[in-house]
């Protein structure tokens, strides 16, 4: 009975998300990959990951779980329900003195699994002026134990408008997430230059700002 509420309540947040945002996919030319991936993406919303799970082709959504933070995940019975039932979340202990649990070992295991995983390296919603917040290391550990994964690059836009912080009730507006082609560490590349690699393919997939000519 639990999984049949899940799987509704799964449907229904799939329904409300394309309601709100009229959200527009934009596929890389080269497809997604096939393969368990990782799509990892800017984050400026608590509604990001619920948005690029539910663009996503039902043949893929349904082995995608995105990567979140345990402590507001499992802080009460529903929030609890939502992460891990509804979808499936590997949920993460960000507080290092207290996990009990290594979050890249939770993540290798999703993969090795069959799941792909939405990921924000930055490592928390970027409420500043900035288009993108340097990026964690978590990204460059997981790929550094699973080379052979494919990196898929995700834009959000719009959503922080939709979903402005403090706001319980939406804002509908038109929003769009933007896959980029997938990626890989290369063979021998080091920590810095890997996250520099990876957040300017991220950047490389946002509108470019009103007045700049491009």
Same mark, same amino acid.
């Given at each position: 009975?639990?999984?049949?509420? *899940? /799987?509704v309540?799964?449907?229904?947040?799939?329904? &409300?998300?394309?309601?709100?945002?009229?959200?527009? *996919? !934009?596929?890389? #030319?080269?497809?997604?990959?096939? /393969?368990?991936?990782?799509? &990892? $993406?800017?984050?400026?919303?608590?509604?990001?990951? =619920?948005?690029?799970?539910a663009?996503?082709?039902?043949?893929?959504?349904?082995?995608?779980?995105? =990567?979140?933070?345990? @402590?507001?995940?499992?802080?009460?019975?529903?929030?609890? &329900?939502?992460?891990?039932?509804?979808?499936?979340?590997?949920?993460?202990e960000?507080?290092?003195? /207290?996990?009990?649990?290594?979050?890249?070992?939770?993540?290798v295991?999703? !993969?090795?699994? %069959?799941?792909?995983?939405?990921?924000?390296?930055e490592?928390?919603?970027n409420?500043?002026? #900035?288009?993108?917040?340097?990026?964690?290391?978590?990204?460059?550990?997981? +790929?550094?134990?699973r080379?052979?994964?494919?990196? =898929?690059? =995700?834009? !959000?836009?719009?959503?922080?408008? +939709?979903?402005?912080?403090? @706001?319980?009730?939406?804002?509908?507006?038109i929003?769009? +997430?933007?896959f %980029?082609?997938?990626l890989?560490?290369?063979?021998?590349?080091?920590?810095? $230059? &890997?996250?520099?690699?990876?957040?300017?393919?991220?950047?490389?997939?946002?509108? /470019?700002?009103? %007045?700049s000519?491009?």
């Amino acid at each position: 009975m639990k999984a049949l509420v *899940a /799987k509704v309540a799964a449907a229904a947040f799939v329904l &409300f998300a394309r309601a709100i945002t009229a959200v527009r *996919a !934009i596929w890389p #030319e080269e497809g997604l990959p096939a /393969k368990p991936c990782v799509y &990892f $993406a800017n984050h400026s919303s608590h509604g990001d990951f =619920v948005l690029v799970w539910a663009v996503l082709p039902p043949r893929l959504r349904h082995r995608t779980r995105p =990567v979140a933070g345990a @402590e507001y995940w499992l802080k009460s019975h529903t929030n609890a &329900f939502i992460g891990r039932d509804v979808f499936n979340a590997v949920l993460i202990e960000r507080d290092r003195d /207290k996990r009990t649990q290594d979050p890249i070992a939770l993540m290798v295991s999703a !993969i090795d699994d %069959g799941s792909s995983l939405i990921l924000f390296p930055e490592g928390t919603r970027n409420q500043t002026e #900035e288009r993108l917040l340097p990026f964690k290391t978590g990204i460059f550990h997981l +790929v550094d134990q699973r080379p052979e994964v494919d990196l =898929v690059p =995700v834009w !959000i836009n719009n959503l922080n408008r +939709v979903m402005p912080k403090g @706001e319980i009730v939406p804002i509908p507006l038109i929003c769009t +997430v933007t896959f %980029g082609n997938a990626l890989r560490v290369a063979p021998g590349e080091d920590k810095e $230059a &890997f996250l520099e690699r990876m957040r300017a393919a991220l950047l490389a997939l946002a509108p /470019k700002p009103a %007045g700049s000519g491009e």
